[in-house]
């Protein structure tokens, strides 16, 4: 079948690449991809939020199956849009249909959603401008850290974990009264902070069954030791070495099936991927306790750049079953393997970044995977930078540190004027498993 996905980073170029390997698949699409994609697939020069341009795509070249990669065009409604059309409400949309996607698109109805269904979450309340003040003052009743974050959708920068009080209620009147991030922080929740070590795990479901993909961790400060500003995230390691087989139970029995289930009781029709953003806290037995920290309706990036590589299913099998609503009936085969990547990034982000550095080296690199997140092509066919994430790397071994170390060796095969990585991806899982 003809397939089109949606996207143009380094997550699009993961699943594009499992996708193209598919036997169903007969010709890929990639709206608007970037110069890695080419090799999956065609791209196609459309926006992700030109819902009619793209509906006009599907028909116009026998598409049966749009799998849409991030989450904008999502909490927009593109599902909705299909369904809507009577010539499109046949294609296999893989992604949730906009009351599904509050689940990423409204921090506050996230948060109501797991209180609704007993999901272990952080306490919290949500302010908006006439309640400046009652948020401010909420701030006092909390000890620090102090957690603010964004109702709506901020490009993965509406999160903000400060130290001191005065601080923090500088920062919400900025949120709320000067619009920091825009409609984004309209609201804002104020939730308390919660200590223990962060991890993603991934579902695939079709609204009733659900399939649990390999969990990751990813590094989200652009400096060494998990320092500096926030950024869309800095490398991936996938699996996670303490969610061992007991830590993954309680992540399906407390949460996991509580969330499908409760998607149901709610009549919510989600057929796509659920991101789990979990804090894992150690307990008064000590062990380790998962409460969630986000939802969101996509695959993570980079985190899907460590976890596709290890799926040895065909992932459009599993996409069918998902629109059918027989998952339950799909295998899902995952590879035993490490996986490790690390993403490149221009100089200057994740402020203002170069734009059109010539990418040097790639031809130099033998082992492991090459995905491309911020490129595009010239006349000449020379790969030039074209964003903050240019690329990333991932290699696979029997353990974490074989994989580290490969993908180090790849990031520094590659150059460009600036280039930047960290050398620390994955160190800390390192140390947490020689003290254990």
């Not at 991936?236 to 029995?253: C, I, L, R």
Request: with cysteine; charged share 25%.
């Amino acid at each position: 079948m003809n397939i089109l996905l949606i996207g143009s980073g380094g997550r699009e170029h993961a699943i594009a690449a499992k996708i193209a390997a598919s036997k169903k698949c007969s010709q890929l699409y990639i709206a608007p991809g970037n110069a890695g994609t080419t090799e999956c697939g065609t791209n196609v020069n459309l926006k992700v939020d030109d819902f009619e341009g793209i509906g006009k795509f599907v028909v116009d070249n026998d598409v049966k199956m749009v799998v849409v990669g991030p989450e904008a065009p999502l909490v927009a409604g593109i599902a909705d849009f299909f369904a809507s059309k009577e010539q499109l409400r046949n294609i296999m949309v893989i992604g949730p249909r906009a009351d599904g996607a509050r689940l990423e698109g409204s921090k506050d109805f996230a948060k109501q959603f797991m209180q609704r269904h007993r999901i272990p979450t952080a306490a919290y309340k949500t302010f908006n401008k006439s309640t400046l003040k009652e948020g401010q003052k909420f701030l006092t009743t909390l000890k620090p850290p102090f957690v603010l974050k964004a109702d709506g959708l901020a490009a993965g920068k509406g999160v903000l974990i400060i130290e001191k009080l005065k601080e923090a209620q500088k920062e919400l009147k900025a949120m709320l009264e000067e619009e920091k991030f825009g409609a984004a922080s309209s609201n804002v929740v104020i939730e308390e902070y919660l200590s223990g070590i962060e991890l993603s795990v991934f579902v695939l479901t079709d609204g009733k069954h659900y399939k649990i993909l390999p969990s990751a961790k990813d590094y989200k400060r652009i400096g060494e030791g998990d320092t500096g500003l926030n950024t869309g995230g800095m490398g991936s390691v996938s699996p996670v070495p303490f969610a061992d087989k007991a830590f993954m139970q309680k992540v399906e029995q407390r949460i996991v099936a509580p969330t499908v289930k409760g998607l149901q009781k709610e009549n919510i029709n989600y057929k796509g991927f659920i991101f789990v953003g979990l804090m894992a806290v150690t307990g008064a037995d000590g062990s380790l306790d998962p409460y969630v920290i986000e939802y969101n309706v996509r695959m993570g990036d980079p985190e899907t750049e460590s976890v596709f590589p290890r799926i040895k299913s065909d992932v459009v099998e599993l996409f069918e079953a998902v629109w059918n609503g027989n998952l339950n009936t799909a295998t899902l085969s995952i590879d035993e393997r490490t996986a490790a990547c690390v993403m490149l990034t221009a100089e200057g982000y994740p402020e203002s970044y170069r734009k059109g550095d010539a990418i040097n080296g790639l031809e130099k690199v033998k082992e492991g995977i090459i995905f491309h997140a911020g490129t595009k092509m010239n006349d000449k066919g020379k790969i030039l930078t074209n964003g903050g994430r240019v690329l990333c790397v991932t290699s696979m071994a029997d353990n974490l540190p074989a994989a580290l170390l490969k993908s180090l060796q790849m990031a520094e095969t590659i150059k460009w004027k600036g280039r930047y990585y960290r050398h620390d991806i994955g160190q800390d899982l390192l140390k947490r498993i020689i003290e254990n």
